[in-house]
């Protein structure tokens, strides 16, 4: 579910600039008209709020206005009277604090957003893990059942891979891996989405895709792997199931086992083949012609 930190997260800089000033400034308001309530306490907010989307250079900046706006409020608003050595210090000191905080802000930001990279990516290969992908499919699924859009899922499964882990070792079944892994991305459009589901399995979200472009792309795939994999010396194949979704699935968990049930008919058959298939309403299967994989 969307929040409003998610939302933040994809706006510019400048936008985020001029909420934090406003935050600053509603806090400075507030505190001039109740006449100096300590509203102050509330000025890490904006900071907070920089640190996380900006930078630490705005972020230790704005402790810097902040610092000035405490100091001012003390001096000006309320009527808490400071001696002039006290009240230096305890200026460095808000100074200090604010700085600080800016400055752990943006660190803790910098590891979090490493480990959200490590999360949605498989470390292999670099395309989406199961879980990230599990969301995008999450999504599609949601329009589908909205908006009636069509799309495709393919389920691939590399054949003979444990022969290249048992024969070449496993270096060389990760290079394969992450060639097929660029192979599948540079084959698809920037708005289709590719997973690791570990091992030698894959699987392609192909969004607003009907069955004929679903089997050109996959037609596209297939060429490109094949060169592929010749080039690196690989004797693998790919069993591969492509199910084009007319009508919405249940959930995702249902539109996966379908497209795997279609990739599995193929592996149990002969392998190193496409089977496509199109799902049109519940519990019913419309079988299409195979492509042979070149």
């Not at 943006?106 to 990279?117: A, C, D």
Request: net charge positive; with cysteine; aromatic share 12%.
């Amino acid at each position: 579910m969307k929040t409003i930190f998610n939302i933040l997260d994809k706006r510019s800089s400048l936008l985020i600039w001029s909420l934090s000033m406003f935050l600053l400034s509603s806090i400075l308001c507030i505190d001039i008209i109740a006449g100096g309530l300590y509203m102050n306490s509330f000025l890490f907010l904006p900071i907070v709020l920089i640190s996380w989307y900006g930078s630490k250079k705005a972020g230790v900046f704005l402790a810097f206005i902040s610092t000035i706006a405490w100091a001012f409020s003390i001096k000006f608003i309320t009527t808490y009277n400071m001696d002039v050595w006290p009240y230096i210090f305890s200026v460095l000191s808000h100074l200090c604090a604010y700085s600080l905080l800016a400055i752990i802000i943006t660190n803790f930001r910098s590891v979090h957003r490493v480990e959200v990279i490590a999360a949605d990516t498989d470390n292999l290969t670099g395309v989406l893990s199961p879980r990230s992908f599990y969301v995008e499919l999450t999504n599609e699924v949601h329009r589908s059942q909205r908006y009636g859009n069509i799309f495709s899922l393919a389920y691939i499964d590399i054949d003979n891979f444990k022969e290249i882990n048992d024969t070449l070792g496993h270096e060389m079944g990760d290079k394969l891996l992450i060639e097929v892994a660029k192979s599948l991305k540079t084959s698809l459009r920037a708005t289709d989405k590719v997973a690791r589901l570990g091992g030698d399995e894959f699987l392609s979200l192909l969004p607003e895709t009907n069955s004929e472009d679903a089997k050109k792309t996959f037609a596209k795939v297939s060429n490109k792997l094949s060169k592929k994999m010749a080039v690196g010396k690989w004797h693998v194949s790919f069993s591969v199931g492509v199910v084009t979704f007319e009508s919405p699935p249940e959930d995702i968990h249902s539109a996966v086992k379908i497209a795997d049930d279609l990739m599995y008919s193929v592996k149990k058959d002969k392998k190193d083949d496409i089977e496509y298939k199109v799902w049109r309403r519940k519990g019913d299967f419309f079988p299409q012609k195979k492509s042979k994989i070149n």
